[in-house]
């Protein structure tokens, strides 16, 4: 638990993801179309994979990938990630760590 805590706090916006999962690419895209560089943590290259993946389902998450987490906390999977956009709730939270686009 301590390792998903640490990693998910490192920066503003923080994805958990495997590099075989689409969704998290999808979310990924997203966060980039918005201006947001999120830090992508793909977890099937740790050895600790399987204890990550206990730790996110125990904070909340429905599925242990794709996890994002802005500001160090757990914010859920894609579609949470999705209906927050939707509903215009994802940019004012993600605002503060959008890059300067000129």
Known sequence: ????????SEKGVV?????SCCMSYAVQ???Q???V?????????????RE???????LGCSTP???????GKLVGSTNEVMSMHLSGTLVPLVKP???NLC
């Open 1 to 8: 638990m301590d390792k998903v805590v640490r990693m998910s």
């Open 29 to 31: 895209v997203l966060f």
């Open 33 to 35: 179309d918005l201006g």
């Open 97 to 99: 760590f959008q890059a």
């Open 15 to 19: 994805i958990i993801s495997k590099s």
């Open 37 to 49: 560089h999120p830090t992508v943590h793909e977890i099937d290259k740790d050895p600790e994979c």
């Open 52 to 58: 990550i993946e206990k730790a996110l389902m125990r």
């Open 65 to 71: 990938v794709p996890a994002i987490f802005v500001n």
